[in-house]
């Protein structure tokens, strides 16, 4: 899933100061799991701007709402009369999600409350950490199940650097090393003797590198 | 001695490794501003004690003036410069157009490195490049020197000629493929290693001993670093601030228990005392003495370690042919 974080109130207060009706939008999707963009959280976030406009003596009027998904213009149909009736949209989705609302309502400017920090999932409860950076020519196969552009600061895709150290990275002991991960991981699969395969060049023309990507079935 | 091995670049390093010498390196690192000079400066202080000098491309990814006008500064003063190159900062684009830089200089060195992350310099918000890393460009220069070839195909007209090293670090974790790697290294084309210092020695050797088991030290020369401290400060930093050093605590202990005045000295006697238990190490091809910004002590060190004077492959006879006569 997409993990996303609130930007600072300050920095979100400063982007939707001068608009006269607000509306603050959820999506109720990713960023709805790790409570920073659901809907709840759209409520919340409205609450407080609502606070800060009366303290700064700011007349705002800030109405909440908020979809499953703002990155498919299907599920938009619920935020239509909300969002005629504001002059701005504050979105708590990602990237992808205000973009397609600010594609779709054109007439809107529309902010983010978010950013939008990684692909990742659900370590424990409250502990979110990236697995993946849509590279878009996968190597899980050839290491173990773990990823090391994603995992590894220097994205090495012959590990681990120099800087490994008690199975944490050299950056941060915080973070563990993804090679050292990926070295485990072929020892409890037995696959030792893989190690000392050689990782050919990346294709990075299938990630970032290679310009705005896009997927097209024929078939739907 | 060591067998002679057949040297097939003009790298001065290579011919005195082949020949079977100790060899002797050591690094310079280019000023964090544009004076050359300082440069000229520090390889005249080495001129002589070393075969070749390594000259650090931004090391801790701090801003410097750059390796390879560095390198050819070196070269113009006299010394025979190592190129090092980190893959932080460049793609393989600006790494290959480098190296032909480097090569239209004759720089026959180079040493093929990852770089430390960028979050340790002046940069921190900074992107990194890590196009490919260490072992892709090694698999690259050898391209690009043996088939003449640049990675996309295309033939280069007048390929670099480069002795090809990398470093390793025994004592970087997990420790059970620090030999596997060191062949991985080599298989992706390491004629040569310098190694981070080395301060413990039994992890070092046994390191050495899985080296030997696997017949490793025969297909590439093995460089041992050494770094000596210079004050019981440097001791603790290195011991517990910089990743991937194993400073054991009695020497940390026996730097501290000196006093202050007399550190220095201490650290250098530390130094050659880890130099005499090195040449007894079978592989042990030579040393890369990294005096960090204390260049000056490295004519003595090579002095005292008795590694002076250095082979000379101007003196007659010495010298294998093909030495251009003009
Ligand atoms: S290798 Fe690429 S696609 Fe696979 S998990 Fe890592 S970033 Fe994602
Ligand atoms: S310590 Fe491990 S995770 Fe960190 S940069 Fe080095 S190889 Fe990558």
């Not at chain 1, 995992?151 to 012959?158: E, G, I, P, Q, T």
Request: net charge negative; proline share 5%.
């Amino acid at each position: 899933m997409i993990v996303g974080q609130q930007k600072p109130l300050e920095e979100i207060w400063e982007m939707v100061k001068d608009r006269k009706r607000l509306l603050v939008l959820g999506c109720n999707t990713c960023v709805a799991i790790c409570h920073e963009g659901g809907n709840k959280e759209a409520g919340i976030i409205a609450s407080l701007l609502r606070m800060k406009a009366q303290k700064e003596g700011v007349s705002i009027k800030i109405t909440e709402g908020g979809i499953e998904r703002q990155c498919e213009e299907e599920f938009f149909a619920p935020a239509q009369t909300d969002i005629d009736e504001a002059d701005a949209v504050l979105s708590t989705a990602c990237g992808i999600g205000v973009q397609f609302i600010a594609a779709f309502w054109k007439d809107k400017p529309v902010f983010p409350a978010l950013n939008t920090t990684f692909l990742g999932g659900v370590e424990q409860i409250g502990v979110f950490s990236e697995r993946c950076q849509a590279c878009g020519s996968c190597v899980l196969g050839r290491t173990g199940g773990i990823c090391p552009i994603s995992r590894c600061a220097k994205r090495v895709l012959n590990g681990p650097c120099g800087g490994s150290v008690d199975g944490r990275c050299e950056i941060n002991k915080e973070i563990p090393c993804a090679w050292q991960l990926i070295v485990d991981r072929l020892k409890e699969l037995g696959q030792m003797d893989r190690y000392e395969e050689l990782s050919p060049l990346q294709d990075w023309s299938k990630d970032r590198a290679g310009g705005p990507r896009t997927l097209k079935r024929e078939d739907l | 001695m060591r067998e002679k091995r057949t040297p097939r670049t003009s790298s001065r390093l290579e011919k005195i490794l082949a020949e079977g010498h100790l060899a002797v390196t050591s690094e310079c690192g280019p000023p964090r501003g544009s004076d050359g000079a300082v440069l000229e400066k520090k390889g005249a202080m080495l001129k002589g004690y070393i075969d070749v000098v390594n000259v650090t491309d931004n090391q801790t990814s701090m801003t410097r003036l750059c390796s390879l006008a560095a390198s050819i500064r070196l070269k113009q003063a006299g010394l025979e410069p190592v190129l090092q190159m980190v893959t932080r900062d460049r793609n393989r684009i600006a790494l290959q157009s480098d190296i032909l830089g480097a090569a239209s200089f004759d720089i026959n060195n180079i040493l093929c490195l990852t770089g430390d992350h960028q979050s340790f310099g002046d940069c921190k918000t900074g992107q990194n490049v890590h196009d490919i890393d260490s072992m892709q460009l090694l698999q690259m220069v050898r391209q690009m020197r043996d088939e003449g070839l640049f990675i996309g195909g295309d033939a280069i007209s007048r390929p670099p000629e480069m002795f090809i090293g990398a470093a390793a670090n025994p004592f970087a974790d997990p420790f059970e493929i620090r030999v596997p790697r060191l062949a991985k290294k080599i298989a992706a084309g390491a004629e040569f290693i310098q190694t981070q210092c080395i301060y413990n020695m039994e992890k070092f050797e046994a390191w050495m001993q899985g080296v030997r088991d696997r017949g490793l030290h025969e297909e590439t020369y093995i460089l041992a670093g050494v770094t000596p401290f210079k004050t019981a400060g440097m001791a603790k930093y290195m011991r517990s601030r910089v990743p991937g050093i194993d400073v054991p605590d009695e020497l940390v202990k026996r730097m501290s228990d000196t006093p202050k005045e007399k550190q220095a000295e201490e650290g250098i006697t530390i130094c050659l005392e880890t130099i005499e238990r090195l040449k007894e190490i079978e592989g042990v091809c030579g040393f890369h003495i990294m005096a960090i910004e204390w260049e000056e002590k490295v004519p003595e060190i090579v002095q005292r370690a008795g590694l002076y004077p250095r082979p000379d492959l101007e003196a007659p006879g010495q010298e294998p042919a093909k030495v251009a006569t003009s």
